[in-house]
Protein backbone atom coordinates (compact mmCIF):
# COMPACT_ATOMS: atom_id res chain seq x y z
CA UNK A 1 0.00 0.00 0.00
CA UNK A 2 0.79 3.82 -0.54
CA UNK A 3 0.91 4.86 3.14
CA UNK A 4 0.55 8.63 3.96
CA UNK A 5 1.91 9.15 8.10
CA UNK A 6 0.35 12.03 9.70
CA UNK A 7 2.79 13.31 12.78
CA UNK A 8 3.55 16.20 14.38
CA UNK A 9 7.04 14.99 15.42
CA UNK A 10 9.59 13.49 13.04
CA UNK A 11 12.74 12.66 12.81
CA UNK A 12 15.23 14.02 13.59
CA UNK A 13 13.05 14.12 16.84
CA UNK A 14 13.01 11.04 18.45
CA UNK A 15 9.84 9.88 18.77
CA UNK A 16 8.95 6.30 18.35
CA UNK A 17 6.96 7.09 14.97
CA UNK A 18 10.37 6.73 13.76
CA UNK A 19 11.12 3.14 14.27
CA UNK A 20 7.24 1.87 12.80
CA UNK A 21 8.05 4.26 9.64
CA UNK A 22 10.92 1.89 9.09
CA UNK A 23 9.04 -1.13 9.71
CA UNK A 24 6.21 -0.30 7.35
CA UNK A 25 8.90 0.49 4.49
CA UNK A 26 10.63 -2.75 5.61
CA UNK A 27 7.39 -4.99 4.98
CA UNK A 28 7.50 -3.19 1.24
CA UNK A 29 4.77 -0.46 1.32
CA UNK A 30 5.65 3.19 0.48
CA UNK A 31 5.66 5.59 2.67
CA UNK A 32 5.33 9.16 3.09
CA UNK A 33 5.49 11.45 5.98
CA UNK A 34 3.18 14.85 6.42
CA UNK A 35 5.10 16.50 9.49
CA UNK A 36 6.49 19.98 10.38
CA UNK A 37 9.84 21.23 10.43
CA UNK A 38 11.56 19.71 13.26
CA UNK A 39 12.48 22.28 16.50
CA UNK A 40 11.52 19.89 19.20
CA UNK A 41 12.13 20.00 22.45
CA UNK A 42 14.21 23.39 22.29
CA UNK A 43 11.62 25.08 20.43
CA UNK A 44 14.51 25.61 17.80
CA UNK A 45 14.66 24.87 14.51
CA UNK A 46 17.33 21.77 13.69
CA UNK A 47 20.62 22.51 12.47
CA UNK A 48 20.27 22.01 8.94
CA UNK A 49 16.85 22.59 8.15
CA UNK A 50 15.19 25.60 6.53
CA UNK A 51 11.28 26.55 7.99
CA UNK A 52 9.57 27.39 4.71
CA UNK A 53 6.08 27.47 4.45
CA UNK A 54 6.25 24.15 2.34
CA UNK A 55 8.89 21.90 1.20
CA UNK A 56 9.90 18.35 0.87
CA UNK A 57 12.82 16.45 2.32
CA UNK A 58 14.08 12.50 2.29
CA UNK A 59 16.51 12.74 5.37
CA UNK A 60 15.05 9.34 6.59
CA UNK A 61 15.64 6.11 4.70
CA UNK A 62 15.09 8.05 1.77
CA UNK A 63 11.07 8.83 2.21
CA UNK A 64 9.20 11.86 1.08
CA UNK A 65 9.01 14.23 4.13
CA UNK A 66 6.52 16.72 3.56
CA UNK A 67 7.03 19.21 6.10
CA UNK A 68 4.68 22.49 6.71
CA UNK A 69 6.53 25.75 8.61
CA UNK A 70 7.00 25.45 12.44
CA UNK A 71 5.47 28.25 14.50
CA UNK A 72 8.43 28.89 17.38
CA UNK A 73 7.65 30.49 20.75
CA UNK A 74 5.44 27.67 22.50
CA UNK A 75 7.70 26.77 24.96
CA UNK A 76 8.09 30.53 26.23
CA UNK A 77 5.02 32.20 24.61
CA UNK A 78 2.77 31.54 27.21
CA UNK A 79 -0.77 29.17 26.08
CA UNK A 80 -1.18 32.04 23.46
CA UNK A 81 1.97 30.61 21.06
CA UNK A 82 1.15 27.12 21.86
CA UNK A 83 -2.90 27.55 20.67
CA UNK A 84 -1.62 29.59 17.16
CA UNK A 85 1.21 26.43 16.76
CA UNK A 86 -1.61 24.23 17.37
CA UNK A 87 -3.74 26.49 14.21
CA UNK A 88 -0.55 26.56 11.78
CA UNK A 89 0.10 22.53 12.00
CA UNK A 90 -4.08 21.98 11.60
CA UNK A 91 -4.42 24.81 8.69
CA UNK A 92 -1.51 24.00 6.75
CA UNK A 93 -1.15 20.18 6.40
CA UNK A 94 -5.53 20.08 5.65
CA UNK A 95 -4.03 22.54 2.45
CA UNK A 96 -1.63 19.89 1.64
CA UNK A 97 -3.92 17.17 2.04
CA UNK A 98 -6.53 18.88 -0.31
CA UNK A 99 -4.44 19.27 -2.91
CA UNK A 100 -1.93 15.44 -2.32
CA UNK A 101 -4.93 13.44 -0.40
CA UNK A 102 -5.59 11.69 -3.82
CA UNK A 103 -2.42 9.69 -3.97
CA UNK A 104 -2.58 7.47 -1.01
CA UNK A 105 -4.57 4.72 0.06
CA UNK A 106 -4.02 4.56 3.45
CA UNK A 107 -3.27 7.58 6.27
CA UNK A 108 -1.93 7.02 9.39
CA UNK A 109 -2.34 9.04 12.47
CA UNK A 110 0.60 9.35 15.23
CA UNK A 111 -1.23 11.68 17.64
CA UNK A 112 0.89 12.92 20.39
CA UNK A 113 -0.11 16.63 21.79
CA UNK A 114 -3.23 18.42 20.89
CA UNK A 115 -5.89 16.18 19.18
CA UNK A 116 -5.73 18.79 16.33
CA UNK A 117 -2.94 18.17 15.11
CA UNK A 118 -5.11 15.80 13.02
CA UNK A 119 -7.25 17.70 11.52
CA UNK A 120 -6.11 17.08 7.56
CA UNK A 121 -8.28 13.67 8.12
CA UNK A 122 -10.88 15.37 7.85
CA UNK A 123 -10.19 16.53 4.35
CA UNK A 124 -8.47 12.77 3.77
CA UNK A 125 -11.54 11.10 4.52
CA UNK A 126 -14.53 13.48 3.68
CA UNK A 127 -12.93 14.88 0.25
CA UNK A 128 -10.23 11.85 -0.99
CA UNK A 129 -12.13 9.05 0.70
CA UNK A 130 -8.97 7.67 2.24
CA UNK A 131 -9.40 4.86 4.80
CA UNK A 132 -7.66 6.51 7.94
CA UNK A 133 -6.87 4.83 11.50
CA UNK A 134 -5.03 7.37 14.27
CA UNK A 135 -2.82 5.97 17.08
CA UNK A 136 -3.71 8.20 20.30
CA UNK A 137 -1.24 8.93 23.20
CA UNK A 138 -3.28 11.55 24.53
CA UNK A 139 -6.43 12.25 25.35
CA UNK A 140 -8.52 15.38 24.70
CA UNK A 141 -10.34 17.23 26.11
CA UNK A 142 -8.94 16.01 29.64
CA UNK A 143 -5.48 17.05 28.81
CA UNK A 144 -6.92 20.61 27.84
CA UNK A 145 -8.36 20.88 31.76
CA UNK A 146 -4.96 18.82 33.07
CA UNK A 147 -2.99 22.51 31.77
CA UNK A 148 -5.85 24.67 33.63
CA UNK A 149 -7.95 25.70 30.99
CA UNK A 150 -11.65 25.99 32.81
CA UNK A 151 -14.43 23.60 31.35
CA UNK A 152 -16.94 25.85 31.53
CA UNK A 153 -20.01 25.42 29.52
CA UNK A 154 -18.81 26.76 26.10
CA UNK A 155 -15.07 25.57 26.20
CA UNK A 156 -16.63 21.84 26.74
CA UNK A 157 -19.35 22.31 24.30
CA UNK A 158 -16.50 23.40 21.51
CA UNK A 159 -13.64 21.02 22.64
CA UNK A 160 -16.91 17.89 22.46
CA UNK A 161 -17.54 19.55 18.63
CA UNK A 162 -13.56 19.75 17.67
CA UNK A 163 -12.99 15.63 19.25
CA UNK A 164 -16.32 14.54 17.86
CA UNK A 165 -15.25 15.58 14.43
CA UNK A 166 -11.68 14.80 14.10
CA UNK A 167 -12.38 11.15 15.45
CA UNK A 168 -15.25 10.42 13.16
CA UNK A 169 -12.67 10.85 10.10
CA UNK A 170 -11.44 7.91 11.57
CA UNK A 171 -12.51 4.03 10.66
CA UNK A 172 -10.18 2.96 13.09
CA UNK A 173 -8.82 4.34 16.49
CA UNK A 174 -6.11 2.74 18.85
CA UNK A 175 -4.98 4.33 21.92
CA UNK A 176 -1.91 3.79 24.17
CA UNK A 177 -3.56 3.18 27.20
CA UNK A 178 -6.61 1.60 28.76
CA UNK A 179 -8.16 3.79 30.42
CA UNK A 180 -8.36 6.11 27.45
CA UNK A 181 -11.06 3.75 26.11
CA UNK A 182 -13.88 4.78 28.36
CA UNK A 183 -12.87 8.39 27.92
CA UNK A 184 -13.62 8.43 24.51
CA UNK A 185 -17.06 6.51 24.47
CA UNK A 186 -19.00 9.97 25.10
CA UNK A 187 -17.50 10.74 21.35
CA UNK A 188 -17.24 8.48 19.09
CA UNK A 189 -19.54 5.13 18.57
CA UNK A 190 -16.79 3.68 16.60
CA UNK A 191 -14.52 0.60 18.08
CA UNK A 192 -11.63 1.74 20.40
CA UNK A 193 -8.62 -0.40 20.78
CA UNK A 194 -5.93 -0.29 23.36
CA UNK A 195 -2.13 -0.78 21.77
CA UNK A 196 0.62 0.38 24.06
CA UNK A 197 3.44 1.66 22.54
CA UNK A 198 7.02 -0.34 22.89
CA UNK A 199 10.92 0.88 23.80
CA UNK A 200 13.77 1.13 21.28
CA UNK A 201 17.57 1.11 21.81
CA UNK A 202 16.81 -0.46 25.30
CA UNK A 203 17.94 -4.19 26.56
CA UNK A 204 18.15 -5.58 29.68
CA UNK A 205 21.02 -4.38 31.81
CA UNK A 206 22.77 -5.96 34.87
CA UNK A 207 22.11 -4.99 38.01
CA UNK A 208 24.38 -1.67 39.45
CA UNK A 209 27.34 -2.76 41.74
CA UNK A 210 26.42 -2.77 45.26
CA UNK A 211 28.26 -0.11 47.22
CA UNK A 212 26.38 0.99 50.08
CA UNK A 213 24.41 3.51 47.73
CA UNK A 214 20.79 3.50 46.70
CA UNK A 215 20.46 5.56 43.12
CA UNK A 216 17.07 6.88 41.77
CA UNK A 217 17.00 8.45 38.30
CA UNK A 218 14.08 10.47 36.62
CA UNK A 219 14.69 9.91 32.70
CA UNK A 220 12.61 12.25 30.07
CA UNK A 221 10.88 15.69 29.97
CA UNK A 222 11.49 17.90 33.09
CA UNK A 223 7.88 19.88 32.81
CA UNK A 224 5.13 21.45 34.23
CA UNK A 225 2.91 17.80 34.63
CA UNK A 226 5.69 15.58 35.94
CA UNK A 227 5.34 16.96 39.68
CA UNK A 228 9.30 16.88 40.29
CA UNK A 229 9.22 20.19 42.48
CA UNK A 230 7.59 17.73 45.14
CA UNK A 231 9.70 14.74 43.88
CA UNK A 232 12.74 16.89 44.85
CA UNK A 233 11.44 18.56 47.95
CA UNK A 234 10.59 14.73 48.99
CA UNK A 235 14.22 13.31 48.14
CA UNK A 236 15.70 16.84 49.89
CA UNK A 237 14.32 15.77 52.85
CA UNK A 238 15.37 12.35 53.34
CA UNK A 239 17.72 11.78 56.35
CA UNK A 240 20.49 9.67 54.48
CA UNK A 241 23.47 10.34 52.69
CA UNK A 242 23.31 6.68 51.35
CA UNK A 243 20.80 7.72 48.27
CA UNK A 244 21.29 10.27 45.11
CA UNK A 245 18.64 11.50 42.57
CA UNK A 246 19.24 11.88 39.35
CA UNK A 247 17.40 14.07 36.95
CA UNK A 248 18.56 13.07 33.45
CA UNK A 249 16.61 15.21 30.68
CA UNK A 250 15.76 18.78 29.05
CA UNK A 251 12.12 20.95 29.33
CA UNK A 252 10.81 24.58 30.69
CA UNK A 253 10.71 23.00 33.95
CA UNK A 254 14.36 22.53 33.59
CA UNK A 255 15.56 26.01 34.98
CA UNK A 256 13.08 25.79 38.15
CA UNK A 257 14.38 22.49 39.28
CA UNK A 258 17.98 23.86 38.82
CA UNK A 259 17.00 27.11 41.15
CA UNK A 260 14.63 24.85 43.75
CA UNK A 261 18.17 22.23 44.04
CA UNK A 262 20.26 25.41 44.76
CA UNK A 263 18.23 27.16 46.68
CA UNK A 264 18.03 24.13 49.27
CA UNK A 265 21.68 23.23 49.08
CA UNK A 266 20.82 19.85 48.41
CA UNK A 267 23.96 18.24 47.73
CA UNK A 268 22.68 14.39 46.62
CA UNK A 269 20.65 15.49 43.64
CA UNK A 270 21.95 15.75 40.57
CA UNK A 271 20.57 17.28 37.19
CA UNK A 272 22.29 16.33 33.59
CA UNK A 273 20.24 18.16 31.09
CA UNK A 274 19.42 16.78 27.98
CA UNK A 275 21.62 14.04 26.84
CA UNK A 276 21.50 11.74 23.78
CA UNK A 277 19.66 8.79 23.49
CA UNK A 278 22.48 6.93 22.94
CA UNK A 279 23.83 7.76 26.30
CA UNK A 280 20.59 6.79 28.20
CA UNK A 281 21.71 2.96 29.08
CA UNK A 282 24.71 4.19 30.69
CA UNK A 283 22.23 6.11 32.87
CA UNK A 284 20.01 3.20 33.21
CA UNK A 285 22.77 1.15 34.11
CA UNK A 286 24.17 3.65 37.05
CA UNK A 287 20.52 3.30 38.81
CA UNK A 288 18.96 1.38 41.08
CA UNK A 289 15.43 2.75 41.01
CA UNK A 290 13.86 4.35 38.44
CA UNK A 291 11.04 7.70 38.51
CA UNK A 292 7.76 7.90 36.82
CA UNK A 293 6.19 11.16 38.13
CA UNK A 294 2.91 12.86 36.81
CA UNK A 295 0.38 15.16 38.64
CA UNK A 296 -2.73 13.90 40.02
CA UNK A 297 -4.56 15.42 36.62
CA UNK A 298 -2.33 13.08 34.40
CA UNK A 299 -3.87 9.56 35.90
CA UNK A 300 -4.84 7.90 32.38
CA UNK A 301 -1.54 8.29 30.74
CA UNK A 302 1.36 5.54 30.78
CA UNK A 303 4.43 7.64 30.05
CA UNK A 304 6.97 6.13 26.85
CA UNK A 305 9.46 5.96 29.78
CA UNK A 306 7.56 3.04 31.72
CA UNK A 307 8.19 0.88 28.75
CA UNK A 308 12.37 1.75 28.81
CA UNK A 309 12.34 1.35 32.46
CA UNK A 310 10.72 -2.62 32.24
CA UNK A 311 12.96 -3.48 29.33
CA UNK A 312 16.06 -2.18 31.20
CA UNK A 313 14.60 -4.06 34.51
CA UNK A 314 14.61 -1.66 36.44
CA UNK A 315 12.50 -1.36 39.62
CA UNK A 316 10.09 1.53 39.47
CA UNK A 317 9.10 4.14 41.82
CA UNK A 318 5.33 5.36 40.70
CA UNK A 319 4.50 8.63 41.78
CA UNK A 320 1.58 8.44 39.87
CA UNK A 321 -2.01 7.33 39.93
CA UNK A 322 -4.29 5.75 37.38
CA UNK A 323 -3.17 2.64 34.84
CA UNK A 324 0.49 2.59 35.21
CA UNK A 325 0.24 2.81 39.09
CA UNK A 326 -1.92 -0.16 38.80
CA UNK A 327 0.38 -2.12 36.67
CA UNK A 328 3.16 -1.48 39.38
CA UNK A 329 1.39 -3.05 41.57
CA UNK A 330 -0.20 -5.86 40.11
CA UNK A 331 2.85 -7.02 38.47
CA UNK A 332 5.34 -6.14 41.59
CA UNK A 333 7.61 -4.18 39.35
CA UNK A 334 7.72 -1.83 42.55
CA UNK A 335 6.22 1.00 44.56
CA UNK A 336 3.81 3.63 44.18
CA UNK A 337 3.06 7.05 46.03
CA UNK A 338 0.80 9.55 45.68
CA UNK A 339 1.34 12.42 43.41
CA UNK A 340 -0.83 14.56 45.87
CA UNK A 341 0.60 13.67 48.83
CA UNK A 342 4.14 14.33 50.11
CA UNK A 343 4.42 12.66 52.99
CA UNK A 344 3.60 9.95 50.85
CA UNK A 345 6.39 10.46 48.30
CA UNK A 346 8.92 10.78 51.43
CA UNK A 347 7.93 7.27 52.76
CA UNK A 348 8.10 6.11 49.27
CA UNK A 349 12.16 6.67 49.23
CA UNK A 350 12.59 6.07 52.60
CA UNK A 351 11.11 1.79 52.09
CA UNK A 352 13.09 1.73 48.49
CA UNK A 353 16.25 3.03 50.46
CA UNK A 354 15.75 0.40 53.17
CA UNK A 355 14.68 -2.51 50.60
CA UNK A 356 16.54 -5.45 50.30
CA UNK A 357 18.20 -7.08 47.56
CA UNK A 358 16.24 -9.78 47.29
CA UNK A 359 13.34 -7.97 46.62
CA UNK A 360 15.32 -5.68 44.42
CA UNK A 361 16.01 -8.76 42.40
CA UNK A 362 12.77 -10.03 42.10
CA UNK A 363 11.64 -6.55 40.61
CA UNK A 364 13.94 -6.69 38.20
CA UNK A 365 12.71 -9.90 37.17
CA UNK A 366 8.91 -8.97 36.93
CA UNK A 367 9.94 -5.88 34.56
CA UNK A 368 11.75 -8.21 32.01
CA UNK A 369 9.36 -10.20 32.41
CA UNK A 370 6.26 -7.87 31.82
CA UNK A 371 8.47 -6.41 29.08
CA UNK A 372 8.60 -9.35 26.95
CA UNK A 373 5.22 -10.68 27.33
CA UNK A 374 3.38 -7.47 27.40
CA UNK A 375 5.10 -4.78 25.11
CA UNK A 376 6.51 -7.16 22.64
CA UNK A 377 7.89 -4.68 19.76
CA UNK A 378 6.76 -6.88 16.96
CA UNK A 379 3.12 -8.76 17.97
CA UNK A 380 2.17 -4.57 18.94
CA UNK A 381 3.43 -3.64 15.39
CA UNK A 382 1.70 -6.76 13.75
CA UNK A 383 -1.68 -5.60 15.03
CA UNK A 384 -0.82 -1.82 14.26
CA UNK A 385 -0.62 -3.06 10.75
CA UNK A 386 -3.81 -5.34 10.97
CA UNK A 387 -5.68 -2.37 12.05
CA UNK A 388 -4.98 -0.52 8.80
CA UNK A 389 -5.35 -3.85 6.25
Not at 53 to 67: A, G, N, S, W
Not at 148 to 156: D, Q
Amino acid sequence: MKILILTERFFPEEFLINDLVSELKNHGHEIEVLTQVPSYPKDAIFEGYKNKLFQTTREYLDIPVHRVRTVLGYNSGGMKRKIVNYVSFAFLTSLWAFFNGWKYDRVFTYHTGPLSMASAAIVLHFIWWRRCTIWTQDIWPDTVYGYGVKPTWGMRTFLGFVVRTIYYAFQRILVSCPAFIDKLKPYTRKEVVFVPQWTTGMKELPPRPPDGKRIFTFAGNIGSVQNLEKVVQAFGSLKTNDAELWFVGGGVYLERIKKIVEEHQYINIFITGRRPRQEMEHFFSNSDVMIISLTEKFDLTIPAKFQAYIAAGRPIFGIIRGDTAKMIEEYDLGITADPADINSIVNGFERLCAVSDQQMSQWRKHAVSLSQEKFNRTNIINSIFEAMA
